[in-house]
Protein backbone atom coordinates (compact mmCIF):
# COMPACT_ATOMS: atom_id res chain seq x y z
CA UNK A 1 0.00 0.00 0.00
CA UNK A 2 1.03 3.63 -0.95
CA UNK A 3 2.39 5.41 2.10
CA UNK A 4 0.97 9.47 2.05
CA UNK A 5 2.86 11.87 3.90
CA UNK A 6 0.64 14.24 6.27
CA UNK A 7 -0.50 17.54 4.23
CA UNK A 8 1.74 20.80 5.23
CA UNK A 9 -0.04 23.88 6.40
CA UNK A 10 -1.17 26.10 3.31
CA UNK A 11 -2.79 22.51 1.53
CA UNK A 12 -6.15 22.65 3.36
CA UNK A 13 -8.18 25.06 4.63
CA UNK A 14 -7.98 25.81 8.45
CA UNK A 15 -11.41 24.20 9.40
CA UNK A 16 -10.29 20.91 8.17
CA UNK A 17 -7.03 21.24 10.56
CA UNK A 18 -9.01 19.23 13.14
CA UNK A 19 -10.02 16.16 11.33
CA UNK A 20 -5.99 15.74 10.00
CA UNK A 21 -5.01 16.45 13.08
CA UNK A 22 -6.75 12.70 14.14
CA UNK A 23 -4.21 11.18 12.39
CA UNK A 24 -0.88 10.39 13.19
CA UNK A 25 2.23 11.71 10.82
CA UNK A 26 3.60 8.19 9.69
CA UNK A 27 2.60 7.80 5.99
CA UNK A 28 0.11 4.91 6.47
CA UNK A 29 -2.98 6.99 6.36
CA UNK A 30 -5.00 4.13 3.48
CA UNK A 31 -3.97 1.51 5.98
CA UNK A 32 -5.75 3.36 8.64
CA UNK A 33 -8.40 3.85 6.14
CA UNK A 34 -9.12 0.32 6.42
CA UNK A 35 -9.19 -0.28 10.09
CA UNK A 36 -11.19 2.59 10.74
CA UNK A 37 -13.56 0.87 8.26
CA UNK A 38 -13.97 -1.76 10.19
CA UNK A 39 -14.45 -0.14 13.35
CA UNK A 40 -17.17 1.51 12.48
CA UNK A 41 -18.94 -1.06 11.40
CA UNK A 42 -18.63 -2.69 14.34
CA UNK A 43 -19.25 -0.10 16.47
CA UNK A 44 -22.64 0.38 14.87
CA UNK A 45 -23.81 -3.12 14.32
CA UNK A 46 -23.38 -3.49 18.27
CA UNK A 47 -25.68 -0.67 18.79
CA UNK A 48 -29.24 -1.74 19.44
CA UNK A 49 -31.65 -1.35 16.02
CA UNK A 50 -33.33 1.41 17.98
CA UNK A 51 -30.44 3.79 18.34
CA UNK A 52 -29.52 3.66 14.80
CA UNK A 53 -32.51 5.86 13.44
CA UNK A 54 -32.80 7.87 16.51
CA UNK A 55 -31.05 10.57 17.60
CA UNK A 56 -29.17 11.09 20.81
CA UNK A 57 -30.72 14.46 21.16
CA UNK A 58 -33.20 17.01 19.55
CA UNK A 59 -31.49 18.46 16.27
CA UNK A 60 -28.91 15.96 16.36
CA UNK A 61 -28.66 13.23 13.32
CA UNK A 62 -28.82 9.72 13.55
CA UNK A 63 -26.25 7.14 13.53
CA UNK A 64 -27.29 6.03 10.31
CA UNK A 65 -27.63 9.90 8.92
CA UNK A 66 -23.97 9.92 10.07
CA UNK A 67 -23.06 6.72 8.32
CA UNK A 68 -24.44 8.11 5.10
CA UNK A 69 -22.77 11.97 5.89
CA UNK A 70 -19.29 10.29 6.33
CA UNK A 71 -20.02 8.67 2.72
CA UNK A 72 -20.92 11.60 1.08
CA UNK A 73 -18.10 13.64 1.93
CA UNK A 74 -15.73 10.62 1.19
CA UNK A 75 -17.23 10.87 -2.40
CA UNK A 76 -17.28 14.40 -2.48
CA UNK A 77 -13.56 14.64 -1.37
CA UNK A 78 -12.35 12.04 -3.58
CA UNK A 79 -14.03 13.54 -6.33
CA UNK A 80 -11.85 16.88 -5.45
CA UNK A 81 -8.70 14.49 -5.29
CA UNK A 82 -8.62 12.97 -8.62
CA UNK A 83 -9.78 16.26 -9.93
CA UNK A 84 -7.29 18.22 -8.75
CA UNK A 85 -4.50 14.89 -9.45
CA UNK A 86 -5.70 14.89 -13.08
CA UNK A 87 -4.61 18.70 -13.45
CA UNK A 88 -8.04 20.66 -13.28
CA UNK A 89 -7.39 24.53 -12.25
CA UNK A 90 -10.56 24.81 -12.48
CA UNK A 91 -12.18 26.28 -8.88
CA UNK A 92 -14.41 23.17 -7.00
CA UNK A 93 -17.42 25.00 -5.25
CA UNK A 94 -18.15 24.05 -1.44
CA UNK A 95 -21.35 21.49 -0.35
CA UNK A 96 -23.95 22.00 2.94
CA UNK A 97 -23.76 18.90 4.34
CA UNK A 98 -26.81 20.28 6.20
CA UNK A 99 -28.90 20.16 2.80
CA UNK A 100 -26.94 16.49 1.82
CA UNK A 101 -28.86 14.50 5.06
CA UNK A 102 -32.60 15.10 4.87
CA UNK A 103 -32.52 13.66 0.95
CA UNK A 104 -30.16 11.21 1.47
CA UNK A 105 -33.19 8.84 3.42
CA UNK A 106 -30.90 7.32 5.46
CA UNK A 107 -33.20 6.28 8.28
CA UNK A 108 -35.25 4.59 5.34
CA UNK A 109 -32.55 2.30 4.60
CA UNK A 110 -31.70 -1.15 6.12
CA UNK A 111 -28.79 -1.04 8.01
CA UNK A 112 -27.14 -3.68 5.74
CA UNK A 113 -27.12 -1.72 2.55
CA UNK A 114 -25.46 1.27 4.14
CA UNK A 115 -22.90 -0.93 5.40
CA UNK A 116 -22.45 -2.56 1.97
CA UNK A 117 -22.17 0.51 0.45
CA UNK A 118 -19.85 2.22 2.68
CA UNK A 119 -17.53 -0.90 2.21
CA UNK A 120 -18.04 -0.09 -1.62
CA UNK A 121 -17.09 3.96 -1.29
CA UNK A 122 -14.20 2.89 1.35
CA UNK A 123 -12.88 0.63 -1.38
CA UNK A 124 -12.99 2.65 -4.37
CA UNK A 125 -11.52 5.34 -2.40
CA UNK A 126 -8.88 3.17 -1.95
CA UNK A 127 -7.81 2.05 -4.72
CA UNK A 128 -8.29 5.83 -6.43
CA UNK A 129 -5.46 7.60 -3.65
CA UNK A 130 -3.58 4.12 -4.08
CA UNK A 131 -3.24 4.62 -8.24
CA UNK A 132 -1.91 8.59 -7.49
CA UNK A 133 2.08 8.78 -7.61
CA UNK A 134 3.50 11.25 -5.61
CA UNK A 135 3.30 14.32 -8.21
CA UNK A 136 -0.03 14.09 -8.05
CA UNK A 137 -0.61 13.60 -4.51
CA UNK A 138 1.29 16.79 -3.77
CA UNK A 139 -0.87 18.69 -6.59
CA UNK A 140 -2.67 21.43 -5.14
CA UNK A 141 -6.42 22.78 -6.52
CA UNK A 142 -8.68 25.01 -5.16
CA UNK A 143 -12.17 23.54 -3.71
CA UNK A 144 -14.35 25.78 -1.61
CA UNK A 145 -12.22 28.91 -2.21
CA UNK A 146 -8.97 27.21 -0.27
CA UNK A 147 -6.21 25.26 -1.39
CA UNK A 148 -6.39 21.74 -1.35
CA UNK A 149 -3.95 19.10 -2.21
CA UNK A 150 -4.61 15.73 -3.09
CA UNK A 151 -3.03 14.35 -0.10
CA UNK A 152 -4.64 16.74 2.17
CA UNK A 153 -8.21 15.91 1.07
CA UNK A 154 -7.08 11.90 1.78
CA UNK A 155 -6.42 13.38 5.00
CA UNK A 156 -9.57 15.09 5.35
CA UNK A 157 -11.29 12.21 4.63
CA UNK A 158 -10.01 9.55 7.30
CA UNK A 159 -9.89 12.50 9.55
CA UNK A 160 -13.68 12.90 9.14
CA UNK A 161 -14.60 9.07 9.62
CA UNK A 162 -12.50 9.82 12.95
CA UNK A 163 -13.92 12.68 14.17
CA UNK A 164 -17.60 10.78 13.52
CA UNK A 165 -16.41 7.45 15.03
CA UNK A 166 -15.59 9.32 18.50
CA UNK A 167 -19.37 10.84 18.28
CA UNK A 168 -20.83 8.00 18.14
CA UNK A 169 -18.68 6.00 20.85
CA UNK A 170 -19.72 9.39 22.60
CA UNK A 171 -23.28 9.55 22.13
CA UNK A 172 -24.02 5.67 21.72
CA UNK A 173 -21.25 2.95 23.08
CA UNK A 174 -21.91 2.10 26.79
CA UNK A 175 -25.14 4.19 26.64
CA UNK A 176 -28.11 2.26 28.22
CA UNK A 177 -30.79 1.45 26.72
Given at each position: ???V????????????????????????V???????????????????????????A????????????????????????????????????????????????????????????????????????????????????????????????????????????????????????
Amino acid sequence: MTLVAKPQEGEYSPYTTSYISLLPDDGLVLTQMQTNLQAVIDEVKNLPAAWLKTPFADGEWTVQEIIVHIMDTERIFAHRALWIARGDATELPGFDQDKYVPFANANSRPLESILAEYETIRAATLSLFNSFDDAALTRIGVSNKNPLSVRAALYIIAGHELYHLKSIRDNYVGRSA
